[in-house]
């Protein structure tokens, strides 16, 4: 009986390390969006704002094979901050982690709350 105990504590460790790893995969994902954007662009108006940058607020394993990221996209400026929320969903394949979509908004997503009964 104490190897099934042990045998259980064993596989529960496996598997936050597994979400460990899954999760660097994916902040990987998201830096590579920060860092496709750092080209130069010719033509483009200057500005006082610095270029978009991806920022991960929470991840959440809906699956062991599916992610819903909650992320801003944040620019920076000498007088303001603009930020626009964003849900990623990326699904694991076999070569790793990729985007499945991705969507913009400029109001949050309400969160789903518990449904709460009132005394009658």
């Known amino acids: 009986m104490k190897w099934v105990a042990g045998l ?3 596989s529960s460790w496996l598997w936050a ?3 460990a790893k ?8 998201i830096t590579s969006w920060n860092s496709a954007q750092t ?7 200057w500005s006082e704002m610095s270029r978009p940058v991806m920022v991960t607020h929470s991840v959440q394993f809906l699956s062991s094979k599916v992610a819903r990221v909650e992320a801003s996209r944040v620019q920076y400026g000498s007088t303001a ?3 626009v929320p964003v849900v990623i969903l990326l699904e694991k ?8 979509s991705s969507r913009e908004s400029a109001e949050l ?3 789903i709350q518990p449904v ?4 009658q």
Do not use: N
């Open 39 to 45: 080209g130069r662009e010719s033509g483009r108006v």
């Open 8 to 10: 259980l504590v064993a």
């Open 22 to 29: 899954d999760r660097e995969a994916i902040d990987r994902v």
């Open 109 to 111: 997503p309400t969160p």
């Open 81 to 83: 901050t603009r930020s």
């Open 93 to 100: 394949t076999r070569e790793g982690w990729k985007v499945t």
């Open 17 to 19: 390390a597994d979400r």
């Open 116 to 119: 709460r009964f009132l005394p």
